[in-house]
């Protein structure tokens, strides 16, 4: 049985403490559940966050790199893939996940989470602002759930993987 990936996704560089932390525990938990992490890879912000999170509760990683080379690569990354392919990578975060899960937003953040909704996959929205809640909210309301806590979030994503609302 092919085990779930669950993609967390984020503000890099301009990620904010609170978002970090949220993004480890979030890793942490994911890797628990026995579920596979993908992220964009790299070494800052929510990425690097949530891929220290997973590794440090022996969980399996995959960072999908915009770039041609792994220079900015998270340390704790088990599989890398390179791309070259710039920010259009959030694809394929975004087809290789069962359930997309934003933690913070930014404008690649946004970008995936877009792309999600539009190809039907759920998604989880994770301390992001209220503005952004609504905003995603009204474009697919059975398939974006806010939930304020990595917890509620591993909770939601046993029910979509339950009912069978991935892919």
């Given at each position: ?127 992001c602002e209220t503005v952004s809640q609504r905003f995603f909210q009204q474009l697919a309301p059975e398939r974006v759930t806010v939930t304020e806590t990595p917890t509620a979030a591993i909770e939601q994503v046993h029910r979509w993987l ?6």
């Amino acid at each position: 049985m092919r085990k779930p990936i669950i993609g967390v996704m984020g503000p890099g560089d301009a990620a904010t403490e609170s978002e970090t932390q949220l993004a480890y525990h979030l890793g942490q938990l994911i890797a628990q559940q026995g579920w596979v992490l993908l992220t964009g890879g790299r070494n800052c912000g929510v990425m690097d966050a949530a891929n220290r999170g997973a590794q440090q509760a022996n969980g399996l990683t995959i960072g999908i790199l915009p770039d041609a080379d792994d220079r900015n690569l998270s340390a704790a990354v088990d599989l890398a893939i390179v791309t070259g392919m710039g920010n259009a990578r959030n694809i394929i975060n975004v087809l290789s996940s069962q359930v997309v899960i934003a933690c913070g937003m930014g404008s690649g953040t946004a970008s995936e989470v877009s792309l999600a909704l539009k190809v039907g996959k759920p998604v989880i929205l994770l301390g992001c602002e209220t503005v952004s809640q609504r905003f995603f909210q009204q474009l697919a309301p059975e398939r974006v759930t806010v939930t304020e806590t990595p917890t509620a979030a591993i909770e939601q994503v046993h029910r979509w993987l339950k009912t069978g609302h991935s892919s």
